[in-house]
């Protein structure tokens, strides 16, 4: 099913109307081949990821250029100190978070992220952890994901990890495993679907890179 980019640019702008609690009218949207940049401005860090979750929902969308920039309101200024201590805090919060294993770093609002897990799940509540902080304009996630052998059947537990998703049909997507990398190839009808494959890929134990070569077929709308 073939969408111009007319349909797209105002399906994007009504999914942010949608979007609950998401104040969009400094927003822009512009589209192009299907890609989709986001501009303008909004109070939060947290909109601005919402924003970009928001528009992966949206059919036709082959990918997404963020360049929202975050101005945050008087009430929500904090030092990079403060900013800093909250982060520290998020993350002891999280059971999912080895926080003993993660440095803070936090310059003019925008907070990093150093450190090793064992797991890419773990890499990713650290930063949900604190992606609600007030006071933050951006997140750098640099943590490691430590090497470890992969087990045998890797290729496997993968494909039934993408079996178990609804949105896409694990038939269409071939993995390949070459050292700690795994390789996607195939077709997804969504962006949202091809995130979601790199994720369950990437939570694979012994995975540290996931190289997504998927392509976005929006005909298969019609046969889901």
């Not at 924003?51 to 904090?78: C, D, F, H, M, Y």
């Not at 304009?137 to 496997?156: F, T, Y």
């Not at 990890?161 to 700690?180: K, P, Q, S, Y």
């Amino acid at each position: 099913m073939f969408r111009t980019d007319n349909e797209i640019q105002q399906d994007v702008i009504n999914e942010l109307k949608w979007e609950r609690g998401l104040r969009n009218d400094d927003i822009a949207v512009g589209v192009r081949d299907g890609i989709v940049t986001l501009g303008g401005f909004v109070d939060s860090y947290w909109d601005k990821w919402n924003a970009e979750r928001a528009v992966e929902r949206v059919k036709g969308v082959k990918g997404i250029v963020n360049e929202i920039q975050v101005r945050l309101p008087s009430s929500a200024e904090r030092s990079d100190a403060d900013i800093a201590h909250a982060a520290v805090e998020a993350l002891k919060w999280d059971v999912s978070v080895p926080h003993e294993n993660i440095r803070v770093k936090v310059e003019k609002g925008w907070l990093t992220l150093e450190g090793e897990v064992e797991w890419h799940y773990q890499k990713e509540a650290a930063e949900r952890a604190v992606r609600r902080l007030t006071g933050l304009k951006g997140v750098s996630n640099l943590i490691v994901v430590k090497v470890k052998p992969l087990p045998s059947d890797i290729k496997e537990k993968i494909k039934e990890a993408l079996r178990r998703n609804a949105e896409f049909d694990a038939d269409r997507i071939t993995v390949e495993v070459d050292g700690n990398t795994v390789i996607l190839k195939g077709t997804v009808r969504s962006f949202a679907a091809m995130r979601d494959a790199e994720r369950a890929a990437r939570n694979a134990p012994g995975v540290t890179k996931v190289e997504n070569k998927l392509t976005i077929d929006t005909s298969l709308y019609a046969v889901a």
